[in-house]
């Protein structure tokens, strides 16, 4: 009886082995991180900054992981984002439509409440001689002087600024040599201020906020004129979101944007990097003038 006993126990043994061995475990699927991204239109390290402090934010208001991929200019971002390497970009005005046009069910979310204002100048070097450009006969002095743009993709930088030296019967031709691209407002300003150009084409958030960091000599180069309004940056998110987080993603993403308090110390300064007092809705036929203008100057196809 004892043998038997042990050879059922070992026959159950042995069942029970190869039941547990046919036995499929669970694939557990990690979840991709949210990836954001920038038009990298001022100095890397500054970007850098703003950007880790604002997916900190966004980790906590959305639960999901999220990391910033740098990427080296402006046409690259857009690239990234058609491939779907970035998820969340902040593109400027230019570069949101080249995206959006690129990937279906693309959606410019939100933007900061200064963007549907957006200004461009023109900056000079004081020993040019040149004067506050007051109305239109005022652009004639700029034939025959050297110009930089920042990139070439650059909304506030390039696009606009060309659109309204068009506006008043100065084109490319006229300048002194071929226009510069510096590749970031940065440069641009350095360029001026060191007289390699005569006059550039700055966004003019990033030069009132080099101003007042005391990063601009007011000696050696001043404001000669703003241009009127326009749409400019904002939020691009991809339509993959959805079949990642759940088809409400885009609104989380929305909100914990529009959420941003200046009242509460970490965010304000979140605010603060960006350049902003709080952000607002925006929608993609808000950019349909830049799309334009875009077209206008073969920057669309």
Not at 25 to 34: A, R
Not at 37 to 59: C, F, H, M, V, W
Not at 271 to 297: C, H, M, P, W
Request: hydrophobic letters at 40%.
């Amino acid at each position: 009886m004892i043998k038997i006993s042990y050879g059922i126990l070992l026959l159950f043994s042995l069942s029970f082995t190869a039941c547990s061995s046919n036995v499929t475990e669970p694939i557990k699927t990690e979840i991709k991180p949210l990836v954001t991204g920038a038009i990298p239109d001022q100095n890397p390290e500054k970007l850098q900054r703003q950007y880790s402090k604002l997916n900190t934010y966004l980790e906590k208001e959305l639960g999901v992981s999220v990391i910033y991929k740098p990427v080296t200019d402006y046409t690259a971002a857009v690239t990234a984002f058609k491939v779907g390497d970035l998820d969340l970009v902040w593109f400027g005005g230019l570069t949101g439509v080249q995206a959006r046009l690129q990937v279906k069910g693309a959606e410019a979310i939100a933007q900061r409440d200064i963007d549907a204002k957006f200004h461009s100048v023109f900056i000079a070097n004081k020993n040019t001689g040149l004067k506050p450009i007051k109305n239109t006969a005022d652009f004639q002095q700029l034939k025959g002087r050297t110009f930089t743009f920042g990139s070439e993709s650059s909304t506030s930088g390039r696009l606009m600024p060309q659109y309204f030296l068009q506006q008043a019967r100065v084109n490319l031709k006229d300048f002194k040599g071929e226009a510069g691209f510096s590749g970031d407002h940065d440069k641009t300003i350095k360029l001026v201020e060191s007289g390699s150009y005569n006059v550039g084409a700055v966004n003019e958030k990033i030069w009132l906020k080099r101003v007042a960091a005391k990063e601009v000599d007011l000696n050696k180069v001043f404001v000669i004129w703003r241009s009127p309004a326009y749409y400019d940056y904002h939020w691009l998110i991809n339509p993959q979101v959805k079949q990642r987080y759940g088809a409400d993603f885009v609104t989380k993403v929305q909100n914990a944007l529009l959420k941003l308090d200046p009242t509460i110390p970490e965010q304000k300064e979140i605010l603060e990097l960006l350049d902003a007092n709080k952000f607002v809705t925006t929608q993609n036929s808000n950019y349909a003038q830049i799309e334009q203008v875009g077209r206008e100057i073969g920057k669309i196809k």
